[in-house]
């Protein structure tokens, strides 16, 4: 019976530990969402969390991008050829860049760079006082700091992922006109034939659903960090851990609610 | 002259898991007074300022400000009393995004009552109150000194031109005669703005010029309270020890072999 008990015990601490975080972030995410309609609003601090975002994140995003895309025309290419199906090349970059890999790498590549950054200013100004300090100001810190970020996030990753899904694109055309002998418009053809209006709609809803879940990630793990630097550094890393998995588990949910017949 | 002290606290008690940091704190300070408390490293000295500050909800007991519970009152209630609050942090917490003129603008840039050029002009002034000149404006907090980060905190405290004013450690990690700089500005600017003021300190030089008021905090209680003046000649063997630095006494220390 003891032997019993001891393995519940085992099997809910995790359970209600785990429960308690997922209703913690909501909770997070319901405030600081709930800041976005009420009075005032940080623009100046949106324009920046939006440039940090979109605008410094714009070079990792498009290398990652092209490099992606060149290596899916690559891989198509050769996989197809075995059971005589290259020509599908250029549908399956497509659609897998626009998709798949524009929303999640860009978002994962965002995770790293944006989310990490979050968690560490944030992180540090709480360990630092500066939130209380923003409290002392009669300044909330929810309104102040979270909700500029969050709207920041959802609006920049899908400007992000458009111009993710177009130089994807380009890597594969390079990839197919100059290497595999495609011409430039059979390639150009059979790339806008494949490419639907609910492709391009799914990417950028995936998009600003990681966009949001990064800002999401980085501002809640950096708000509730304490202990000092390795408090700092731990948050940092599950801002990132978390965003990513947030991210992968959400692209499958969306893709399901897209795609499933 | 009404008889309700600015600020009211009774049987204030916080702990945080098994360990109690406030053990029934009871204080009154009148409008205009200034307050310093003592007491050794974990008394619970920063926590009863941010239980009164709003940041640290007590477990138990009251917090009257100007005859009103604070603690019973909503976000929007307690950020107008904290509009009439000005508090200077340990390691002065400046915002390192900002910039030095747009740190002692916070305030009033948060009020939305001044434009940035109007806002800007008087941190300009302001910092000029504490001794720093109009080219500090345009700096980064970490372009500065610890003296001058204080000043610029001090700035911050006073910009709008608060009611109370809370010092937590105003002269840790700074040489003495920076300390006695940073405490004549606390003076001045107390005395300028009529202002009620609570400062805690483990600096004794400190502490007799800040304060008109000081008590001690052991063990989560207020075990001595007396002029400021007094405190080196307290007679208390507790406040005796610790201003002295005593070893042996009746607070004894807890060290692991």
């Known amino acids: 019976m003891t032997f019993l008990l001891d393995l519940l015990a085992a099997i809910g601490r995790p359970v209600l530990a785990a429960t308690a975080s997922v209703g913690s972030v909501a909770i997070f995410a319901v405030t600081g969402l709930s800041h976005l309609v009420r009075p005032p609003f940080y623009w100046r601090l949106f324009g920046r969390a939006f440039i940090d975002f979109a605008y410094f994140s714009l070079p990792v995003v498009a290398l990652t991008a092209i490099f992606s895309g060149m290596v899916i025309a690559l891989q198509s290419y050769t996989g197809f050829s075995r059971f005589a199906a290259a020509g599908a090349t250029a549908s399956v970059v497509v659609l897998s860049v626009v998709r798949e890999l524009g929303p999640v790498l860009a978002g994962l590549m965002v995770a790293g760079r944006v989310g990490a950054a979050m968690a560490a200013e944030l992180g540090t100004m709480r360990v630092t006082d500066q939130i209380d300090a923003l409290q002392t100001l009669s300044t909330n810190p929810m309104k102040y700091l979270v909700a500029p970020r969050l709207l920041a996030g959802t609006i920049a990753l899908p400007l992000l992922v458009l111009v993710a899904d177009v130089l994807g694109v380009l890597g594969g055309f390079v990839v197919g006109t100059l290497k595999l002998d495609f011409g430039a418009d059979a390639y150009l053809r059979s790339t806008l034939d494949f490419l639907k209006t609910e492709d391009v709609v799914s990417s950028l809803v995936k998009a600003a659903v990681f966009g949001f879940i990064v800002a999401l990630m980085g501002c809640y793990h950096g708000y509730r960090s304490k202990g000092g630097a390795q408090g700092v550094g731990a948050a940092t890393t599950a801002a990132v851990v978390s965003a990513s998995i947030l991210i992968l588990s959400f692209d499958y949910v969306l893709t399901e609610l897209f795609f499933a017949r | ?257």
């Open chain 2, 1 to 257: 002259m009404s008889d309700t002290p600015k600020i009211r606290v009774r049987g204030l008690c916080k702990a945080f898991g098994p360990k109690t940091v406030l053990d029934g704190v009871d204080l009154d300070l009148p409008a205009g007074h200034s307050l310093v408390v003592i007491g050794g490293s974990g008394s619970g000295k920063s926590v009863l300022i941010k239980c009164i500050l709003g940041l640290i909800q007590p477990d138990a007991g009251t917090i009257e400000i100007d005859g009103v519970d604070v603690l019973s009152l909503d976000r929007a209630g307690r950020e107008d009393v904290n509009r009439r609050i000005g508090m200077l942090f340990q390691n002065a917490a400046l915002f390192d995004s900002l910039k030095v003129w747009e740190n002692v603008a916070f305030g009033l840039l948060a009020m939305r009552t001044l434009s940035r050029r109007a806002a800007r002009d008087r941190a300009v002034e302001i910092l000029a109150q504490v001794g720093l000149g109009p080219e500090v404006a345009m700096l980064a907090p970490s372009e500065l000194s610890g003296g001058m980060q204080k000043r610029v905190g001090l700035a911050r405290a006073i910009a709008a031109q608060p009611e109370i004013l809370f010092f937590d450690e105003p002269t840790t990690g700074l040489d003495p005669i920076m300390g006695a700089v940073i405490d004549g500005l606390i003076v001045d600017c107390v005395k300028k703005l009529g202002s009620t003021a609570i400062a805690i300190t483990h600096d004794m030089a400190s502490a007799t010029r800040i304060g008109d008021q000081a008590c001690m905090l052991f063990q989560g209680r207020i075990v001595w309270t007396g002029p400021a003046s007094s405190l080196l000649e307290s007679g208390n063997p507790m406040v005796d020890q610790f201003t002295h630095g005593r070893r042996e006494g009746p607070i004894t220390m807890q060290l692991r072999a």
